[in-house]
């Protein structure tokens, strides 16, 4: 087989999880020709999708140093980096990304995921709204962006993100069950077991609404129909 061939059969076999076969396609390539930087990339993807982060470090490491201006190869070493618990080199891959691709959306997120993990909570809001202006129905930067507002206690501007997730989903339970619990600290109840009833219509299984539900009938005086829920919250754990 010719080089391009073995690596479209490794990439195949890669994406059905058969990883040993993948590599040794990649490794047969990299015999005709070791400076391939499409080679090395995907031999380094299917190392980390095979759960060995040391030899896909090592083969993103190989490729940036073919190409540095592959922004995918900083983008998944910095996600390599953040496997072996390395967050701060790996916030520097993103900013190498975003320098070579200003409108990476997946690396302005994830850059926002590692310095909120650092505890750097402005700097992630920050990253995240990067992210949004450049797509807005970027829905895991909208659900991760109200997660920190609401744990400063912004509780509306959370309930704000919810409402622009589920603009782009309405069938995304968890954006219906946080914007209940938002709206449960705002002291709204009856809008609150509105989003429970919708969250649960999705998903009649989540414990957690069914209890959260009967919390906020049970602070409006509704204490037969609080119990009911619990009781279902029970029987699911």
Known sequence: LRPWELVNKGISLSNLGIFDEAINCFNNALEIDSKDALVWYNKGETY?????????????????????????????????????????????????????????????????????????????????????????????????RGTILAGLGHWQEAVKCCDKVIEVDSEDKDAWYDKGIYLDRLNKYEEAISCFDIALKLDDRDSEAWNNKGAALSTIGKHREAISCYGKSLEIN
């Open 48 to 144: 980390r999708k095979r759960g060995k982060p040391q030899e896909a470090l090592f083969c993103f490491e190989r490729t940036i140093e073919i190409e540095p201006s592959n922004e995918m190869a900083w983008f998944n070493k910095g996600r390599t980096l953040n496997d072996l618990g390395k967050d701060q080199d790996e916030i520097t891959c993103y900013d190498k990304a975003i320098k070579i691709n200003p409108n990476f959306t997946d690396a302005w997120f994830n850059k926002g995921v590692a310095l909120n993990d650092s505890g750097m909570i402005q700097d992630a809001i920050i990253c995240y709204d990067t992210a949004l202006n450049i797509n807005p129905k970027y829905k895991k930067a909208w659900k991760n």
